[in-house]
């Protein structure tokens, strides 16, 4: 089994405060939240299409994709309204010492 382990991935100071920001990662495309609840991140590619969640309308807790208005909660990546049905991949992250990681 691959090991798996937590990756620096960009400060939290160069985060879009209350917003999405688009990362890249390797091979890759991520977004985070930095989210009323805390920071979230995901693939920002939308379930339904081809489309970059990070340029959608994001409230602190749900963003709606640009494309077709698909809803997604960032906190559990449930797709909450339609044509947007399968939830959104969310990656484990974690805040240390001024630094976003994920778990991959
Ligand atoms: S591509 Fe996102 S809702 Fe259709």
């Not at 089994?1 to 960009?10: A, D």
């Not at 959608?56 to 947007?84: M, S």
């Amino acid at each position: 089994m691959k090991n798996r382990n937590w990756h620096n991935v960009i400060e939290l100071s160069n985060l879009e405060k209350k917003d999405v920001t688009n990362v890249q990662f390797g091979t890759k495309d991520l977004a985070i939240y930095d989210a009323k609840d805390g920071i979230f991140v995901s693939l920002s590619r939308c379930t339904h299409g081809a489309a970059n969640l990070c340029d959608g309308y994001f409230d602190g807790t749900y963003i709606e994709c640009p494309l077709h208005q698909g809803l997604f909660d960032v906190r559990t990546g449930e797709a909450k309204a339609p044509p947007a049905r399968v939830n959104l991949k969310m990656i484990k992250s974690r805040v240390r010492e001024g630094i976003i990681q994920i778990y991959l």
